[in-house]
Antibody, heavy 123, light 107 residues
Framework: EVQLVESGGVVVQPGGSLRLSCAASGFTFDDYTMHWVRQAPGKGLEWVSLISRDGSSTYYADFVKGRFTISRDNSKNSLYLQMNSLRTEDTALYYC????????????????WGQGTLVTVSS | DIQLTQSPSFLSASVGDRVTITCRASQGITSYLAWYQQKPGKAPKLLIYAASTVQSGVPSRFSGSGSGTEFTLTISSLQPEDCASYYCQQVIGYPLTFGGGTKVEIK
């Protein structure tokens, strides 16, 4: 069974930093591109970033470029999101999601999601 | 960035009704579109991808159609468990974007 478990969400002050983690199991992690998607309280979904299976390709939404860094450790079946220069508008539930592409390719659809970790940016 | 506009933003329908949600793209995206269902307090669930391909395990009452700039998600016979928010998503280019969502309520 595919499982994605996010952690690391806390309350942080504006300008602060945070690293989110996502522990994956139930599939061959290093075969798949992975994504972060966020949802502000009571709002819709926003794609944040993706990383290819070997980490060689990354993409970001404009609103996080230069502030957030996505990474992965395939030896630990883990995905990360380093978040710097946090703003109040970054307050959201952050989901990690598995790409539904075939092993070795990616489609940018999300077939499995974690339950999310809540990041609150507030003074 | 490609904008996706969903309509309606809210709908109320009875069990057994046929329900249609529309998603319009600001530019052509051929068939690079997905639909997700999100129940309160839960993570989204992939229903449809590539505009009309039903994800494994999704009930057959869900279907998707369209190409270019206009897409629809249809629930052929609304069930109580379909009470949720529905989002479209385009994957033709980065940044990936979602529609604003449609909340479906059971009358």
């Amino acid at each position: 069974e595919v499982q994605l478990v996010e952690s690391g969400g806390v309350v942080v002050q504006p300008g602060g930093s945070l690293r989110l983690s996502c522990a994956a199991s139930g599939f061959t992690f290093d075969d798949y591109t992975m994504h972060w998607v966020r949802q502000a309280p009571g709002k819709g979904l926003e794609w944040v970033s993706l990383i290819s299976r070997d980490g060689s390709s990354t993409y970001y939404a404009d609103f996080v470029k230069g502030r957030f860094t996505i990474s992965r450790d395939n030896s630990k079946n883990s995905l990360y999101l380093q978040m710097n220069s946090l703003r109040t508008e970054d307050t959201a539930l952050y989901y990690c999601a598995k790409d539904n592409g075939s092993p070795g390719s990616w489609e940018d659809y999300f077939d499995y999601w974690g339950q999310g970790t809540l990041v609150t940016v507030s003074s | 960035d490609i904008q996706l506009t969903q309509s309606p933003s809210f709908l109320s329908a009875s069990v057994g009704d046929r329900v249609t949600i529309t998603c319009r793209a600001s530019q052509g995206i051929t068939s690079y579109l997905a639909w997700y269902q999100q129940k309160p307090g839960k993570a989204p669930k992939l229903l449809i991808y590539a505009a009309s391909t039903v994800q494994s395990g999704v009930p057959s009452r869900f279907s998707g159609s369209g190409s270019g700039t206009e897409f629809t998600l249809t629930i052929s016979s609304l069930q109580p468990e379909d009470c949720a928010s529905y989002y479209c998503q385009q994957v033709i280019g980065y940044p990936l974007t979602f529609g604003g969502g449609t909340k479906v309520e059971i009358k």
